[in-house]
């Protein structure tokens, strides 16, 4: 405990050295910066914009209140990263959902790592920290991607690199930003997966993956039965002839039962039942924090 107690006493130290103006840090080469960049250091909200680089784009509400609550409790444990704009003034670079629920609860200040970056270096480490650590869905992240590609002028090997992830895995996100607009929102919004904009993609008449995706959606197709219709499409099957009996007929209590737990959950449940009896669901998630919420509506502990 006293070492937590002289961590924080040691941040607010540095805050008080961040708000003399004659001693203004501006470079990593002024006066004190050595004392300040790369420590955690309590910094006012107030003094935080939102980084316009940030590719998470859809919070949400329920996990963000959860987190909020956790923070109430425990205090904000992994501090969030800024780059440092001007006198008092930061940008966040990562860990906007900290930020958001640390403003929610009415928090004044909150931990931070400063950056001194620039506007380029800034959109590279709120890309990358982000691709590596937030749960994005597959649509973010292949934007982000994409950013990297076109405004930091990174190859595909080279981003590669610089992710971790293999080339053939980024370009598989990649190409589901070919896809028209309207099936990345159903990507997004949790209504088909990654699997299904994969397939999906194979077709370049936009009119008619939209078709097939209206299909996927009303039908509850798997994405094996998705390959089977592109495949049938590519062999003069138009989207508009996919019928329910292409697939298993579902049960009108998996059906109507689904909807209720996709209600309840907030997440797109898929209930798999070969026989129309017995079968199994699967309930996705994206992070811990969304997993935590999910066993609390169950269980309701």
Do not use: C
Request: no cysteine; hydrophobic share 35%.
């Amino acid at each position: 405990m006293a070492k937590a107690t002289k961590k924080q006493a040691l941040g607010r130290g540095l805050s008080a050295l961040l708000k003399d103006p004659e001693n203004d840090i501006q470079s990593v080469s002024d006066k004190n910066a050595d004392k300040v960049v790369g420590n955690i250091v309590e910094l006012e909200i107030v003094s935080i914009e939102v980084n316009p680089f940030q590719p998470r784009s859809n919070f949400n509400d329920e996990a963000l209140n959860e987190l909020a609550i956790s923070i109430k409790e425990l205090g904000v444990i992994q501090p969030i990263t800024v780059r440092k704009l001007d006198f008092n003034k930061y940008q966040l670079v990562s860990g906007e959902r900290r930020f958001r629920a640390s403003k929610l609860i009415g928090l004044e200040t909150i931990p931070a790592y400063i950056r001194i970056a620039n506007d380029q270096e800034s959109l590279e480490m709120a890309l990358v920290e982000n691709i590596q650590r937030q749960d994005l869905d597959p649509i973010e992240i292949a934007l982000s991607y994409q950013r990297l590609i076109d405004e930091i002028k990174l190859t595909q090997e080279k981003l590669s690199d610089r992710v971790g992830k293999k080339r053939s895995t980024i370009a598989n996100y990649l190409r589901l930003l070919k896809l028209d607009p309207i099936i990345q929102t159903g990507i997004r919004d949790g209504f088909l997966s990654m699997g299904h904009g994969r397939t999906l993609v194979n077709i370049e008449n936009r009119n008619d993956q939209i078709e097939l995706y209206e299909k996927i959606v009303g039908q509850n197709l798997s994405v094996r039965d998705t390959e089977k219709a592109v495949k049938n499409y590519h062999a003069g099957v138009k989207p508009s002839q996919v019928s329910k009996a292409s697939s298993k007929q579902t049960p009108q209590f998996i059906d109507s039962g689904a909807k209720e737990l996709e209600k309840t959950l907030a997440v797109k449940v898929d209930v798999k039942s070969p026989d129309g009896n017995k079968g199994k669901i699967t309930i996705p998630f994206t992070s811990e924090d969304e997993f935590n919420r999910i066993k609390k509506l169950i269980t309701g502990e």
